[in-house]
């Protein structure tokens, strides 16, 4: 290995480089972007048992808040639900941002890896042919050894250079998906708490229970 990397030349160095940061950042999306962590299941259906309980004080608001980005995104909305639908849609929005921007934290520079790894492998193999070109001018096509090495960092950087960009190119579009059909959960689960805290079933059994909501939300 230390042959090979000798062999490819100075290059190697940031190339490696680069397979550290991606292997770096992939095992830390994978550990982050789990989906229970992320959007825990039945998590609106307790928050809307404890709203028809009359449980949701201010500690339970600070822990579905801290709890999971879902949380944060109906902590936000239950926090202004009085203020009428369209703020209260603004409000989850603007929380919701804040969210995914954390969701896709490091994916851009993962997506840079991926770009510029080729591209140092390509600059390797230009550097390699041209210590071969200037070989051949100097000594002439005799010198099997001086040519042999030119070539080597050619290819060695190369195949380097793409052997991190492909996997690196394979898992920023995985994590991409995968923020995306999270968001999507989170639209969904934070659509549904508009409607049941804005809707007539609401309005028409529930309404004893709305100032304490508002009392928990102005704490």
């Not at 500690?59 to 703020?87: K, M, T």
């Not at 954390?102 to 230009?126: D, F, K, Q």
């Not at 051949?136 to 042999?148: K, Q, V």
């Not at 380097?160 to 190119?169: K, R, Y």
Request: proline residues 3%; aromatic residues 6%.
């Amino acid at each position: 290995m230390f042959e090979m990397v000798q062999a490819g030349g100075w290059l190697m160095f940031p190339i490696i480089l680069c397979s550290i940061i991606s292997a770096a950042i992939c095992i830390e999306r994978f550990w982050t972007l789990r989906t229970d962590q992320i959007v825990p299941r039945n998590l609106l259906a307790q928050v809307w048992n404890w709203i028809k309980s009359n449980e949701m004080d201010a500690r339970r608001l600070r822990e579905l808040r801290n709890g999971s980005p879902l949380g944060q995104i109906l902590a936000a909305g239950i926090y202004s639900h009085r203020r009428g639908r369209e703020l209260m849609k603004e409000n989850i929005e603007e929380v919701a941002g804040h969210v995914v921007h954390e969701l896709e934290r490091y994916l851009n520079t993962l997506g840079t890896v991926a770009a510029i790894s080729p591209l140092l492998g390509l600059l390797g193999t230009v550097i390699g042919m041209i210590k071969v070109f200037s070989a051949i001018r100097l000594e002439g096509t005799g010198n099997a050894a001086i040519l042999a090495g030119g070539i080597s960092e050619a290819l060695i950087t190369t195949a380097a250079g793409l052997t991190v960009a492909i996997p690196s190119l394979f898992f920023y579009r995985y994590f991409q998906r995968k923020v995306d059909e999270l968001v999507i959960n989170m639209e969904r689960e934070a659509l549904k708490l508009v409607e049941v805290l804005n809707g007539d079933k609401l309005d028409s059994g529930l309404n004893a229970k709305k100032p304490e909501i508002v009392q928990v939300a102005s704490r």
